[in-house]
């Protein structure tokens, strides 16, 4: 079974930027949507942006033109670049495969005004 671990979050301002990553143990070239997540504290967990293995990508309206997502199969990660962050986007970002039901452990970020 695939196992995932994200990395890169943290604390930044208001306007700032952060690069997630989320690397899986197998191979994900033969997977085809991988999607990140956040929920933000008393929230309920929401979907931000989805990959799939052609490199379509899709995103919440209120992440558009801001996050970008990207993967690398060959080293079997997926990355999610954040600019003009808000502090709105406070969140615990989590990767998922929902194919899988496989969900990392999550990366806390933290965006201060």
């Known amino acids: 079974q695939v196992q995932l671990v994200e990395s890169g979050g943290g604390l930044v301002q208001a306007g700032g930027s952060l690069r997630l990553s989320c690397a899986a143990s197998?191979?994900?070239?033969?997977?085809?949507?991988m999607a990140w997540y956040r929920q933000a504290p008393g929230k309920q967990r929401e979907l931000v942006a989805t990959?799939?293995?052609?490199?379509?990508?899709d995103y919440k309206d209120s992440v558009k033109g801001r996050f970008t997502i990207s993967r690398d199969n060959a080293k079997n990660t997926v990355y999610l670049q954040m600019n003009s962050l808000k502090p709105e986007d406070t969140a615990v970002y989590y990767c998922?495969?929902?194919?899988?039901?496989?969900w990392g452990q999550g990366t806390l970020v933290t965006v201060s005004s």
């Open positions: 998922r495969i929902p194919f899988l039901n496989a």
């Open positions: 197998g191979r994900i070239n033969s997977i085809n949507i």
């Open positions: 990959i799939t293995r052609g490199g379509s990508t």
